[in-house]
């Protein structure tokens, strides 16, 4: 079984910035899409950014030229740099991850706890 482990979320002032990561530990034999999402109560969970296996990052255009997603695939870690925070970036921030436990098992998608990411105005 997969579990993932976020961390980095926190109150900052509009305009600063925070790192996010996300490390898979448990049954991993290899990690395929991996995102994040964020969530404000009362709102559906939207995609912020994601990376395919092979490096390629998408972004939710709210946010393009402001965060960066990347992977550290030897330690089983995405990260999000979040620069030039707003006050509408504040949410609970979740982890995602699309990821095979064995080889030639099936995929499996896991999801982490979330952080709460906060920015003042």
């Known amino acids: 079984q997969v579990q993932l482990v976020e961390s980095g979320g926190g109150l900052v002032q509009a305009g600063g910035s925070l790192t996010l990561s996300c490390q898979a530990s448990g049954s991993v034999f290899s990690l395929d899409y991996m995102g994040w999402y964020r969530q404000v109560p009362g709102n559906q969970r939207e995609v912020v950014a994601g990376i395919t296996s092979g490096g390629s990052p998408m972004y939710n255009d709210s946010v393009k030229g402001r965060f960066r997603i990347f992977r550290d695939d030897n330690k089983n870690t995405v990260y999000l740099q979040m620069n030039s925070l707003e006050p509408e970036d504040t949410a609970v921030y979740y982890c995602?991850?699309?990821?095979?436990?064995?080889?030639?098992?099936?995929?499996?998608?896991?999801w982490g706890q979330g952080t709460q990411v906060t920015v003042s105005s």
């Open positions: 995602h991850v699309r990821c095979r436990p064995t080889w030639g098992g099936p995929f499996d998608t896991v």
